[in-house]
């Protein structure tokens, strides 16, 4: 069964602490995203990835880090630097990084954030 | 960098009222074009995209969309919605060349379809 997977699917969080939002593919896919999605703003790109061991800063890095160390895998950590991290996180991954202009973006069923 | 602009936020319509949902992007070159939708409790997922040729593009359950590259929109419709269309609809861009490949969404529109 190929998808996306992203876990866990609720995710609280303290003052001061960081977490880590897991998302793997068994898409075979070369790129992966992080997108930010709250209500009545869309889905803003946090950091994207086309291949293993090289990721890009989006639009709205700051307070968040990944890595990219399989193909498979891009963990996104919220750390203390990110004052307002409650939202509605969606992981994505595309076929191919030369095409990566035209590639289908599919997603995962997303992780919800929440500050205690 | 690209921008789109989706100016309904919430749109509400019985079932079998026809649909129109606005998106105009703000870019000044060549674009590949999308509309996702969001279904309660669901996946983003796919609904029809445009990359080039005719600008009218059919995508699943009966929705369609057209590019006006002069307008600088692409627009979603559909003739007669169902109850089961409710969910959120978002617009998105992205650049064909240059350092502006990366998909820029819309803020989204929620439709509601009163059964």
Known sequence: DGGI???PKYLFRK???NVTLSCEQNLNHDAMYWYRQDP???LRLIYYSQ???DFQKGDIAEGYSVSREKKESFPLTVTSAQKNPTAFYLCASSIDRSYLA????????GT????? | ????????HHVILSEAASLELGCNYS???TVNLFWYVQYPGQHLQLLLKYFSGDPLVKGIKGFEAEFIKSKFSFNLRKPSVQWSDTAEYFCAVNAQEGSARQLTFGSGTQLTVLP
């Open chain 1, 5 to 7: 997977t992203q876990s």
């Open chain 1, 15 to 17: 003052e001061g602490q």
């Open chain 1, 40 to 42: 009545g703003q869309g």
């Open chain 1, 51 to 53: 291949i293993v061991n």
């Open chain 1, 102 to 109: 035209k590639n289908i973006q599919y997603f995962g069923a």
């Open chain 1, 112 to 116: 919800r954030l929440s500050v205690l």
């Open chain 2, 1 to 8: 960098a690209q921008s789109v602009s989706q100016h309904n």
């Open chain 2, 27 to 29: 870019y000044g070159g």
